[in-house]
């Protein structure tokens, strides 16, 4: 119950940082939401609220943060917890950018099968939306 996908952009990774925070705009790129609050600023322990295109709300906490580098979000639903780890990397003056997507919990294979196969799906699409607006007005 495991998904993971990275790619290579030319753009800074301060700019990828700068989407992947910006929880309100989240929706632009993310194709399983319909939107997302977040209530304070982007760190370690603020919370917040997802909006799945499918489904019922569910909040999030942010479990990990390394500005600039790495994040880690938590959803808890009934007897399930999903994970979302964000990072970035460096390859031959580009920025990698890898976004991956767990569950664990006694309802984690039930949610895969139902919900977190679908985000495997749509997990190359959302990185190549990260990246097109990244990617923006670097001409």
């Keep these: 119950m495991h998904s ?22 989240w929706k632009k790129w993310d194709l399983s939401l319909r939107g997302a609050l977040i209530k304070g600023v982007f ?5 917040g609220v997802i909006f799945p295109e499918r489904g019922p709300k569910a909040g999030f906490k942010v479990t990990a943060c390394d500005p600039n580098f790495s994040y880690t979000v ?19 003056s580009k920025t990698t950018f ?22 495997s799906e ?9 990246k097109q607006l990244a990617e923006m007005d670097l001409v």
Excluded: C
């Design 4 to 25: 993971a996908h990275t790619m290579l952009t030319t753009a800074p990774p301060e700019k990828i940082w700068k989407i992947w925070t910006d929880v309100n705009n």
């Design 122 to 130: 749509l997990l190359p699409k959302t990185m190549s939306n990260i």
């Design 74 to 92: 938590t959803s808890k639903l009934p007897l399930i917890r999903i994970h979302i780890h964000r990072y970035l990397g460096y390859d031959n």
């Design 43 to 47: 760190k370690k322990n603020v919370q």
């Design 98 to 119: 890898t976004h991956e997507i767990w569950a664990e919990g006694p309802l984690a294979g039930l949610w895969w099968t139902i919900v977190g196969r679908r985000f």
